[in-house]
């Protein structure tokens, strides 16, 4: 699981995922920006100093998941937004939230209820 901190993280989630030596069966990215077309790096301004930011691509994300062996369950939009200063054509009007899980998983929402 991870919660808004992969954006900051050098290694992206998926290198992370392809260092473990056996990987989870289900990933929940929760607060992950995502833009619809492009992966970018930018900086993050935090008042007291700025950071680096990567942007995630929404195709490159779901090819590269589904390259480890996960499937998406479930995707949902929160209704955060970021804007890039000085490059207006990569606005990120959705921060997306995921689960994906193993192929080898079958999930059943309806256990919870």
Known sequence: MTAGTLQYMEESLFEIL????????????????????KQFFTLQNLDI??????IYSKPDILQTME???????????NSRYAEIPFHRKYPLKVI???????????FNF???Y
């Open 18 to 37: 392809q260092a473990c030596k056996q990987r989870p069966e289900h990933v929940l990215v929760h607060n992950l920006p995502v833009h619809r077309e």
């Open 49 to 54: 100093c700025e950071v680096p930011y990567r």
């Open 67 to 77: 390259d480890l062996g996960y499937n998406l369950n479930a995707q949902w939009a």
């Open 96 to 106: 997306s939230d995921s689960i994906f899980l193993a192929k080898s998983v079958i």
């Open 110 to 112: 309806n256990e919870f």
